[in-house]
């Protein structure tokens, strides 16, 4: 029964943290909706996992340790964005970046699962995941580009992100 709550309180979080993620890109409002539901969404995912870990094969608790994994990385993602917030210009490619990450993490996942509900096999779940994956690096290019359009088109992106 626990888990069914964490997992519906993780799924209800990370639906929150889309949507308000959504807004901070388009709009830089509800930022603080946008991180503290994503952080929410992570625990309710670590304490699902924890309370059902003992009935887990190997392999799934391998996933699900690589499930609560991502969450840290997209954290880490929304802290970066936290950290450059735009306050009234527009917002930076590195922002938009940042944000558009967990996006698009948050969208893959929750197509994954409704084609995993589906009863799909496994190398369908995964080609879903890799094709909305890559389709979300080309529409966040996008996306960046029509919020940022003079910085985006001088600057590469790896050296926005400081990789370069």
């Known amino acids: 029964m626990w888990h069914t709550v964490l997992i519906a309180a993780h799924a209800a979080a990370g639906t ?29 995912l670590a304490l699902a996992v924890t309370a059902e870990w003992s009935r887990l094969d190997a392999a799934t608790r391998l996933v699900f340790t690589g499930f609560v994994a991502l969450g840290g990385f997209m954290l880490w ?8 917030r735009p306050a009234s210009a527009g917002p930076s490619p590195r922002y938009v970046e940042h944000v558009g990450f967990t996006l698009v993490a948050l969208l893959d996942a929750f197509l994954v699962v409704a084609v995993l509900n589906l009863g799909a096999s496994g190398w369908v779940v995964a080609a879903v995941g890799l094709l909305v994956a890559g ?30």
Do not use: E, K, Q
Request: overall charge positive; hydrophobic content about 60%; proline content about 3%.
């Open 16 to 44: 929150l943290a889309f949507v308000a993620g959504c807004l901070a890109l388009r709009r830089g409002t509800l930022f603080g909706t946008y991180f503290w539901s994503l952080v929410a969404m992570v625990v309710f």
């Open 77 to 84: 993602h929304a802290a970066c964005a936290r950290s450059i």
């Open 135 to 164: 389709a979300g690096h080309f529409v966040l290019r996008a996306v960046r580009d029509r919020l940022v359009p003079a910085v985006s088109a001088a600057v590469p992106v790896a050296a926005r992100l400081g990789h370069g």
